[in-house]
Every structure is written in structure tokens, then in C-alpha cells.
């Protein structure tokens, strides 16, 4: 995955808050990344209503 690319958000690993909820389903642009704790390499997706969060990579799909 690249920053500049477009994913889809396919999964949600861990309970997260609503806002994120709504995300699942949508697509949105990579915009960087972010190390987590534990779990390696996190990706900031930002999407068209400029709302902004991290996903773990197994939880999102690239599309074309």
C-alpha cells in the first residue's frame, strides 16, 4: 500500500467508536502512516468528508 492510493475499508478488528463505524464499507486515500503499539504498521485513510483515521492493513482492500 502507497501513500495516494485508494482503499476500502472491509473489516473492523476491535470495537471502535461510531464515527469510525460508518467508514466501513466506504473508500477513501491513503495519506500516511502510523506505527502502532504492538501490531506493526498502521495506515491513515482519509476520506471524502475529510474525516481522517488509521486502520491496521488487513482491514482494508485497495481498489482500482
Known sequence: ????????????RDRVSPPVVKKLGQVGTI?????T???GVG???KFE???ATWFFED??????
Request: glycine fraction near 6%; charge should be neutral.
Open 1 to 12: 500500500m502507497e501513500i495516494g492510493q485508494k482503499v476500502k475499508v472491509v473489516r473492523l
Open 31 to 35: 495519506e500516511g502512516f502510523k506505527m
Open 37 to 39: 503499539d504492538s501490531s
Open 43 to 45: 495506515v491513515v485513510v
Open 49 to 51: 468528508d475529510n474525516f
Open 59 to 64: 482491514e482494508l482492500k485497495l481498489v482500482q
